[in-house]
């Protein structure tokens, strides 16, 4: 059997350095932090009070039609971890230019990853159930299909039409990387002509950093936030969480 070759054609980025691969990478090379204080909610209680957020998302910029508001409703009704991958997805789909004509949308695949899922998402349904306990359970119909690992993968393809292969990856930390060498092996197999993959997170909510304070994982550098991340000193004290997705 003879292996087709797999090369990048687009790439995509919404990071804490940057909104696009350009500046991600600027200022990567200028060894910028992306680290400060928490701001998607208040964390007075917690151990830890930084770590790197995506900075200046606006929905606006990943919408068709900014001034259609139920596109923007549709978009804004996901998880914050779907918004960030459709987000990156765009960019990465019109760099690579497979809308073009002419180009099979049964060929091309998504395969796009998340270790934890719609994190938020659970944590408001829950909490809300908890607080509401005597008034039975009234979750959203949304709930399970926003909150899912896969649902991010589901919606790039439910956009774009892409009709390929259509999948999640969950492996941890190596999510992401595990997503890029199954959509390698899929299209050096044949399976696909081109494939949208990657990963997303957003976990930086009181579940998220709550559970990994518990675990005695992240830096309590609270003092040094930009300096936290050390992973090969002796002075390390944990990892710096971050979102986005790539």
Same mark, same amino acid.
């Given at each position: 059997?003879?292996?087709?070759?797999?090369?990048? /054609? %687009?790439?995509?980025?919404?990071? @804490?350095?940057?909104?696009?691969?350009?500046?991600?990478?600027?200022?990567? *090379?200028?060894?910028?932090?992306?680290?400060? @204080? $928490?701001t998607?909610?208040?964390?007075?209680?917690?151990?830890t009070?930084f770590?790197?957020?995506?900075?200046?998302?606006? @929905?606006?910029?990943?919408?068709?039609?900014?001034?259609?508001?139920?596109?923007l409703?549709?978009?804004?009704?996901?998880? *914050?971890? /779907?918004?960030?991958?459709?987000?990156?997805?765009?960019?990465?789909? !019109?760099?690579?230019?497979?809308?073009?004509? %002419?180009?099979?949308?049964?060929?091309?695949?998504?395969?796009?990853?998340?270790?934890?899922?719609?994190?938020? +998402?659970? !944590?408001?349904?829950?909490?809300?159930?908890?607080?509401?306990?005597?008034r039975?359970?009234?979750?959203?119909?949304?709930?399970?299909?926003?909150?899912?690992?896969?649902?991010?993968?589901?919606?790039?393809? $439910?956009?774009? %039409?892409?009709?390929?292969?259509?999948?999640?990856?969950?492996?941890?930390?190596?999510?992401? +990387?595990?997503?890029?060498?199954? =959509?390698?092996?899929?299209?050096?197999? %044949?399976?696909?002509?081109?494939?949208?993959?990657?990963?997303?997170? =957003?976990?930086?909510?009181?579940?998220?950093?709550?559970?990994?304070?518990?675990m005695?994982?992240?830096?309590?550098?609270?003092?040094?936030?930009?300096?936290?991340?050390?992973?090969?000193?002796?002075?390390?004290?944990?990892?710096?969480?971050?979102?986005?997705?790539?």
């Open positions: 059997m003879e292996l087709k070759r797999v090369v990048v /054609t %687009g790439l995509g980025a919404i990071t @804490p350095l940057g909104m696009d691969v350009e500046t991600t990478w600027d200022n990567a *090379l200028k060894g910028v932090s992306g680290a400060g @204080p $928490i998607h909610f208040d964390t007075t209680l917690f151990k009070h770590a790197c957020e995506v900075k200046g998302f606006d @929905p606006l910029n990943y919408v068709n039609d900014p001034s259609d508001r139920r596109e409703k549709d978009f804004k009704r996901n998880d *914050l971890y /779907t918004q960030y991958a459709l987000a990156c997805a765009k960019q990465a789909v !019109e760099d690579a230019d497979l809308l073009a004509e %002419g180009i099979d949308r049964d060929e091309i695949g998504v395969i796009f990853a998340s270790g934890i899922g719609g994190l938020h +998402t659970f !944590e408001e349904q829950a909490g809300d159930y908890a607080r509401h306990e005597e039975g359970p009234m979750y959203s119909p949304f709930f399970i299909p926003t909150m899912i690992a896969d649902i991010a993968a589901g919606q790039i393809s $439910i956009k774009y %039409g892409f009709r390929g292969p259509n999948f999640g990856v969950v492996s941890a930390c190596a999510t992401s +990387t595990n997503a890029l060498i199954d =959509a390698f092996n899929y299209i050096r197999l %044949g399976k696909a002509k081109a494939i949208v993959t990657g990963g997303s997170e =957003a976990p930086l909510f009181p579940a998220g950093v709550g559970g990994f304070n518990a005695k994982a992240i830096s309590l550098r609270n003092d040094d936030p930009e300096g936290a991340s050390r992973p090969f000193s002796g002075s390390r004290d944990g990892y710096v969480m971050g979102e986005g997705g790539v």
